[in-house]
Nanobody
């Protein structure tokens, strides 16, 4: 069992930056691929980024590539999402997710555990 707690959301102007954090419980953090998804009302949860520990492979949605960076600190059982050059269309609730022995899937259904989400609002 893994528990995930996100933090770092908030209100920022377009062009600004935020860093989201996701703290994970459990001793087998390195066994999980970690992902970030986002969701706006009335829409399905959308893949943002993923980090596979084995090999250090990172994946990004095309809409955020070059602006967002996913990283993880295994010593702290924490995964981060650094978001730069934010746009109003990045406004959403952002969720952290863990996929046991995952390969960085873009499908939300592949992830086993989810955090409660953190709101990110980008004003124009």
């Amino acid at each position: 069992q893994v528990q995930l707690v996100e933090s770092g959301g908030g209100l920022v102007q377009a062009g600004g930056s935020l860093r989201l954090s996701c703290a994970a419980s459990g001793r087998t953090f390195t066994s999980y691929a970690m992902g970030w998804f986002r969701q706006t009302p009335g829409k399905e949860r959308e893949f943002v980024a993923a980090y596979v520990w084995s090999g250090g492979t990172k994946y990004y949605a095309s809409s955020v590539k070059g602006r967002f960076t996913i990283s993880r600190d295994n010593a702290k059982n924490t995964v981060y999402l650094q978001m730069n050059s934010l746009k109003p269309e990045d406004t959403a609730v952002y969720y952290c997710a863990a996929d046991y022995l995952g390969d960085g899937s873009t499908l939300s259904s592949e992830y086993d555990f989810w955090g409660q989400g953190t709101q990110v609002t980008v004003s124009s």
